[in-house]
């Protein structure tokens, strides 16, 4: 993995990051996961995406608020 920034902003409090495409029933399918921090400042990820260690690097700079 390159040292690519994955994480790709779309508010304040909101990221996305494109997964690799899986095999759904034959048919290639891209997977996607959406970051949001939440009022306490905790992170929520939804749904997972596979996670390697550039991408947790990623989010760990995002930190708790």
């Known amino acids: 993995m390159s040292d690519t920034q994955r ?5 304040d ?6 997964g690799e495409t899986v095999s ?3 048919f290639p399918y891209p997977t996607r996961a959406a970051i949001a921090r939440l ?4 992170l929520w990820i939804w ?3 596979k ?4 991408l947790r690097a990623e989010i760990d700079r995002l930190g708790a608020r």
């Open 39 to 42: 009022g306490d400042g905790a």
């Open 13 to 18: 409090s909101l990221w996305l990051v494109e």
């Open 24 to 26: 759904f029933y034959g």
């Open 51 to 54: 996670l390697d260690a550039a």
């Open 47 to 49: 749904p997972p995406v």
């Open 7 to 11: 994480l790709q902003a779309i508010g």
